[in-house]
């Protein structure tokens, strides 16, 4: 499978709202509503913040938040704070036990 | 506190072996799927192995099928990912995961061990 496609790059200021989206196909992100986001900051391990499309898991903040339409999931990270300046990945179920992530999304908070 | 260990990598020569371990703790690791992705040097991450949490069951991805074997030891809780045949384009930052249970997402990574197929 194709990597899922994601903007190189996103910024914000502090305290507004953006959106990272992911671009799949009807065999993963579009068929399957099984789109799991990640937060990455360099040289930790990479959090789990939303899974199964629009869910957070116990201890995620509320200013994240998932969606999808058709092929595309999107990630929005509302009041944006500077601890959110991280690497943001996707990544979708792709049937018979396999995946596909992300390229990955570079969130710069100005 | 969930924690996963990888450990094993290193250099290796192309056509050599390398063996990876996950050393988890915190929780019960016989309950959970387990699996390896990895991600290349400027590259995404690629989804490499499962292994299920009786080990019965396992999953390759095609570029890694006969040549890489992954099992898990739950009386010691640890994930392992034999490799063989290694090849340039195995190089790569390993990590280990544990499955969330039941909704395709993974709730922890380890920090991953670096494994590099050199001559």
């Known amino acids: 499978q194709s990597a899922l496609t994601q903007h190189a790059s996103v910024s914000g200021s502090p305290g507004q709202s953006i959106t990272i989206s992911c671009t799949g196909t009807?065999?993963?992100?579009?068929?399957?509503?099984?789109v799991s986001w990640y937060q990455h900051h360099p040289g930790k391990a990479p959090k789990l913040i939303i899974y199964e499309g629009d869910k957070r898991p116990s201890g995620v903040s509320t200013r994240f938040s998932g969606s999808k339409s058709g092929n595309t999931a999107s990630l929005t990270i509302s009041g944006l704070q500077a601890e959110d300046e991280a690497d943001y990945f996707c990544?979708?179920?792709?049937?018979?036990?396999?995946?596909?992530f992300g390229t990955g999304t570079w969130v710069t908070v100005l | 506190e969930v924690q996963l260990v990888e450990s094993g990598g290193g250099l290796v020569r192309p056509g050599g072996s390398l063996r990876l371990s996950c050393a988890a703790s915190g929780f019960t690791f016989n309950k959970y799927l387990m699996h390896w992705v990895r991600q290349a040097p400027g590259k995404g991450l690629m989804y490499v192995s499962a292994i299920s949490s009786d080990g019965t069951y396992t999953y390759y991805a095609d570029s890694v099928k006969g040549r890489f074997t992954i099992s898990r030891d739950n009386s010691k809780n640890i994930l392992f990912l034999q490799m063989s045949s290694l090849r340039g384009e195995d190089t790569a930052l390993y990590y280990c995961?544990?499955?969330?249970?039941?909704?395709?997402?993974?709730?922890?990574w380890g920090q991953g061990t670096l494994v590099t197929v050199s001559s």
């Open positions: 009807s065999s993963d992100v579009g068929f399957y509503n099984l």
């Open positions: 990544c979708s179920y792709a049937g018979r036990s396999t995946y596909v």
């Open positions: 995961l544990k499955d969330q249970s039941g909704d395709y997402s993974f709730d922890h």
